[in-house]
């Protein structure tokens, strides 16, 4: 068994230094009726708050030895662990335990993971059951909801694109995913949108919606945490315009082309936002918008 990089240090988001102890080894199993074998990678970590519950790592059939350590030594996956430890985590009170980890898919963006699918074996200690691990990870996101303003009424912005998973064209907030770890939510909402609708916002007049929420709850919205660690941070833009730029966004073409983002923007009246679009981030950037002016934390659209 050889020890590789044994002491090394990550620091996640916001969170104090931690030790990654770090092992490397290989065993055998069947992977069909014929009896052929095929070396498996394997990676066993200890957690600085469990240190006599070491987790080990396994590659599933199939995923490369490149791609499983890609997978190890990415920011999703080291910000999955530390999400496991927090105070609000699922480690955190020690009912729980992480006992093994199966890498099973990895979908390489360049050279930086985009997405990455695991299943997490974790045990209740109590009842010995273990809870439901599958996981779909591809880290924080931002999107942005863009209300201009045109001779007295409010239109708000969104982007039409087709999308393969619901199999369905979708109108939805301009959003994306941040580049790796560097944590820049409101630079990439600005770009996102730049490149999605064309038009360039100027930072210091994002709000951040989800900064609203307690605390408590992480200051992110999480649409499907039952199988995906998302976190999204909704901004609010709000502007004027005359009404000639209402009319030239409405069905213009735009996305990066060399990315297959085939976009069409498309204006709603704000009115009629929330019965307009099924898509999560428009119906929980609206609910956050009302909640805010309700309760005054947002004021007036200066002139």
């Not at 230094?17 to 009896?35: A, D, G, I, L």
């Not at 699918?117 to 931002?142: H, L, Q, Y």
């Not at 001779?151 to 939805?172: C, D, F, K, N, S």
């Not at 069905?251 to 999560?280: F, S």
Request: with cysteine.
């Amino acid at each position: 068994m050889n020890v590789c990089g044994a002491l090394r240090r990550f620091t996640p988001l916001q969170a104090s230094n931690w030790v990654w102890v770090s092992k490397r080894k290989s065993f055998c199993c069947k992977m069909s009726t014929e009896s052929t074998e095929s070396l498996l990678l394997t990676h066993s970590i200890t957690l600085p708050s469990k240190q006599n519950e070491p987790v080990l790592v396994v590659a599933a059939p199939g995923v490369s030895h490149s791609h499983f350590w890609n997978a190890v030594e990415s920011s999703l996956f080291k910000q999955w662990l530390h999400n496991l430890q927090t105070e609000n985590g699922i480690l955190a009170d020690g009912t729980m335990t992480l006992k093994q980890v199966l890498i099973q898919g990895v979908d390489m963006f360049g050279k930086h993971i985009g997405f990455l699918k695991f299943n997490a074996d974790i045990f209740d200690k109590e009842t010995g059951k273990m809870v439901p691990g599958i996981v779909f990870a591809r880290g924080p996101a931002v999107a942005v909801l863009i209300l201009l303003e045109s001779e007295g009424e409010t239109y708000a912005v969104l982007t039409e694109q087709a999308r393969v998973p619901v199999g369905r064209i979708i109108l939805e907030l301009p959003a994306g995913m941040l580049d790796d770890d560097k944590g820049d939510f409101v630079g990439t909402a600005v770009r996102e949108v730049e490149e999605e609708i064309g038009i360039k916002l100027n930072v210091e007049d994002m709000v951040d919606l989800t900064a609203f929420l307690d605390t408590a709850t992480g200051s992110k919205v999480f649409p499907s945490p039952g199988g995906c660690d998302e976190e999204i941070s909704i901004f609010l833009y709000r502007g004027r315009v005359e009404k000639e730029i209402i009319t030239q966004l409405q069905g213009k073409e735009t996305g990066l082309r060399e990315h297959g983002e085939l976009i069409k923007v498309r204006v709603v009246p704000y009115n009629k936002l929330w019965r307009t679009t099924a898509d999560c981030k428009v119906l929980v950037a609206v609910a956050m918008l009302e909640m805010a002016i309700k309760i005054g934390l947002l004021p007036p659209l200066s002139s």
